[in-house]
């Protein structure tokens, strides 16, 4: 109480200077309603649901909407969509097996899904859904109850034995067991950690950068500073969600097949 | 913290100023709000890929597999036939070749036997007229010798008869014969 009531008047102070440097990096990923500004409950319409809208849309636009003429020689937007889906697919069937491709829909809805979410982010005053931890926990820990169940399911108490390392020797094999355990159980944190982090860090640098913009001798510098951070950025928003999609594959691999 | 929020800000987590305090990722004011529209876009997201999305890409890839690979084989067939074509058109042209060349020989063979024919009739009728010339010439010098036999044996018995010695004229014949005979 005592550290938000002191941000709180540092804040004050910043905008009390008049003229000086103003930072507000984080700012941009406040919740916010949509209408009105009364609390945010669990069912309030925020910011948050209109990103989201817009990139349900925006999936809707390529998957369903690109393909509508069905075309046998694609046009340009059934050409991406094609691209999209046999990009999953083959990383699904590459990375998880023949088996896991039974699973594609599920992991291509997790990449559509991360991939809008990303690059609508990246539009001027957009709301970035996926640099929360709320949004990218939840999309961690679906995937790790999910793999984690299907796990036991599958193969019962033999699962298990994904933590038995069988080709190390017996004496390392409970010292091994403990890491794998502990490695396996920080897998949520580290999916869900590494998309929020990366989008949150980027986007907050380019505000950092934007801040400076205010200060004519460093502008020009900032402005291109703002520039090459963006591509990087453009370069994060798809290679986050790749690489989500394609954990998401291993995970799934290791629960159908835990055998190392 | 909650006393201290007034109406304007919708959270512990904004400032009076409207600014973030700390890291609004960390405000626990909004999981919620934030896990159920996530939710419902994942889930919606779901039913229109399995529903429509997913299965009509399927549908469209398999169907340009499909085509190509029935496009393949229609243009296998299509080589085949026209290698088929080909070979045809060159046996007819073998054939004509080999036709024509017959038809030359046999035309040249036919000719041959009309010169060989007109010409053994020619051969014939050269032949018959020598034949019938010589016959009438034989048949002239036959007349004449018939001749100069009655004019010598009228000569002669007309000089015996001048001479006036009586002779008959089988004698004077026979003298006439037997000289003649000896003349040839």
New interface residues.
């Given amino acids: ?1 005592a ?3 002191a ?2 008047h540092g ?2 102070a910043a ?1 009390g200077e008049g003229g000086g440097l103003v930072f ?1 990096p ?2 941009q ?5 949509l209408f009105g ?8 319409v ?1 910011n ?2 209109l990103w ?2 817009l ?2 849309l925006c ?2 636009g390529l ?2 909407l690109g ?1 509508s003429g ?3 020689v ?1 046009g340009r937007l ?1 050409s991406v ?2 691209l999209a ?2 990009f999953v697919y083959k990383m699904v069937e590459d990375v998880s097996g023949k088996d896991g491709v039974k699973y ?3 992991i ?3 990449f ?2 991360i991939v809008f979410a990303n690059f609508l982010g990246l539009l001027p005053m957009a709301f970035t ?1 996926t ?5 990218t926990v ?2 961690a820990l ?1 995937v790790f109850l999910g793999v984690t169940i299907l796990g036991f399911v599958k193969h019962g108490t033999r699962f298990l034995e994904l933590f038995w390392v069988s080709s190390a020797p017996m004496v390392l094999r409970p010292v091994l067991a403990i890491i794998e355990v502990i490695s396996y159980l920080i897998r949520p944190v580290s999916h869900s950690v590494r998309l ?1 982090g990366n989008l ?1 860090a980027g986007h907050a640098v380019i505000k950092v950068f934007a801040g400076f913009a205010a200060i004519a001798a460093v502008s020009p510098v900032s402005v291109l500073a703002i520039t090459a951070m963006y591509g990087l950025e453009v370069l994060v928003a798809f290679i986050q969600a790749y690489i989500f999609t394609i954990l998401t594959c291993v995970y799934l691999k290791d629960a159908l097949h835990p055998h190392h | ?1 909650a006393t ?1 929020t007034t109406a ?1 800000t ?18 626990g ?14 889930v ?3 039913f ?3 529903r ?3 299965p ?6 398999a ?2 597999q499909g ?1 190509i690979t029935s496009d393949l084989a229609k243009a296998e067939e299509l080589k085949a036939q026209a290698e088929e074509a080909e070979k045809a058109y060159e046996k007819a042209l073998a054939d004509a070749r080999v036709e024509a060349g017959k038809i030359a020989e046999q035309t040249r063979a036919e000719i041959r036997a009309q010169v060989d024919e007109a010409q053994a009739k020619a051969d014939a009728d050269i032949a018959a007229k020598t034949a019938e010339s010589e016959k009438q010439i034989q048949e002239i010098r036959a007349s004449a010798l018939a001749n100069v036999e009655a004019v010598a044996k009228d000569t002669a018995e007309a000089l015996v008869a001048a001479l006036g010695v009586s002779a008959d004229k089988v004698t004077v014949d026979a003298a006439v014969d037997k000289r003649i005979e000896g003349q040839r």
């Avoid at chain 1, 990923?29 to 309603?33: L, S």
């Avoid at chain 2, 009509?56 to 890839?61: D, N, S």
């Fill in positions: 109480m550290e938000n009531t941000g709180a804040a004050e905008q507000h984080m700012d990923f406040i919740v916010k309603p500004d009364g609390a945010v409950h669990m069912f309030t925020t948050v649901t989201m809208a990139a349900v999936v809707i998957m369903v393909t069905r075309g046998i694609p059934q969509a094609e889906y046999g594609f829909p599920y291509m809805t997790l559509l899904f859904t640099s929360h931890f709320a949004v939840v999309l679906a929020a949150m | 913290m201290e304007s919708a959270s512990a987590c904004v400032g009076p100023n409207g600014s973030a305090i700390g890291m609004p990722q960390l405000c004011d909004w999981v919620w709000n934030q896990v159920f529209w996530l939710v419902l876009a994942l919606a997201i779901y229109v890929l399995t429509v999305a997913l009509r890409i399927a549908a469209i890839l169907e340009r085509t």
